[in-house]
């Protein structure tokens, strides 16, 4: 669960697995019922087959990229969740993340599947009537429900906390996104090896020049960051200080980056939007 370092429940396991609108995250592009369509054309003109054994890897970035149904900022997606569930390719991709396999894979590969992966299975739950925005609905969103992944069972929990972030890439945190508000919004394309450095880059820096989600007051000294920073500080350094680091090499603002790379700044945190990021009728 985003804001958790909670151990995954037993009947999860990780064998087989090695622990134009170029603003779209500020002003967000909503894509049509169109635009639907013509991505799931285009992962079937793409996938080799569904129906894998766990001895054959799967590169999800050649199947779908969720983000060509992305969240709309401060708005609902044209369609919605509903849209989306009602695709068979969807399901079928579902599938396939449960078939795929890791094993000897390199890590940038499995940094590309396993995002991947959360975000659609993100979206599953949603699909399923699931909601983080309460706390028993946070219970049943991140831990209780289970998903096959690699051939394993396992919750959105343990594959961002057990499988993910071990991995030591403190930018999936801008690239996983668990249906909320104050989530960044998924990318209009998967996540691919070759461009995965460039895709993490874009994404946290558009995340923290989003004054939605980040906001710095140079005179006053004041930092009031996402909540993810404080949830999953040890990811970005130690100490108040280096986080300052890690988020002054992406803030467009000169003198704000200067300030943050020496430090100065006092961080606060903002509340998180847990309301979804979208629309569905599902609910359960």
């Not at 766990?54 to 992305?70: I, S």
């Not at 369609?79 to 390719?89: H, L, R």
């Not at 998903?147 to 071990?166: H, M, Q, T």
């Amino acid at each position: 669960m985003r804001g958790t370092h909670v151990a995954p429940m037993h009947a999860e396991t990780s064998s087989g697995i090695h622990a134009n609108k170029q603003e779209y995250l500020l002003k967000a592009r909503c894509w049509t019922i169109d635009d639907l369509q013509a991505s799931v054309h285009e992962l079937r003109a793409h996938h080799v087959g569904f129906q894998r054994s766990r001895a054959t890897p799967l590169r999800l970035d050649r199947l779908v990229g969720l983000g060509r149904y992305p969240s709309c900022a401060r708005r609902t997606w044209r369609g919605g969740y509903d849209a989306i569930g009602s695709e068979p390719a969807f399901a079928e991709t579902v599938e396939a993340i449960g078939a795929a396999s890791l094993d000897g894979e390199e890590r940038t590969d499995q940094l590309v599947f396993l995002i991947n992966a959360y975000n659609v299975l993100a979206v599953q739950g949603i699909l399923n009537g699931r909601s983080p925005k309460s706390a028993f609905g946070k219970l049943k969103f991140f831990y209780r429900d289970k998903y096959r992944v690699a051939g394993d069972v396992i919750s959105l929990n343990a594959l961002e906390n057990k499988l993910i972030r071990p991995l030591g890439e403190p930018r999936i945190h801008f690239a996983i996104v668990c249906a909320s508000s104050s989530c960044p919004p998924l990318r209009s394309e998967a996540y691919t090896a070759v461009r995965l450095d460039e895709q993490l880059d874009d994404n946290t820096r558009r995340f923290l020049n989003d004054s939605s989600k980040n906001r710095f007051d140079v005179s006053k000294g004041e930092a009031r960051l996402s909540k993810i920073f404080k949830w999953f500080a040890e990811d970005f350094g130690t100490t108040d200080a280096a986080v300052q680091r890690f988020i002054a090499d992406y803030v467009d603002d000169e003198t704000v980056a200067e300030s943050l790379a020496a430090g100065h700044f006092k961080i606060n945190h903002l509340a998180y939007d847990w309301s979804l990021n979208g629309t569905s009728t599902a609910r359960k």
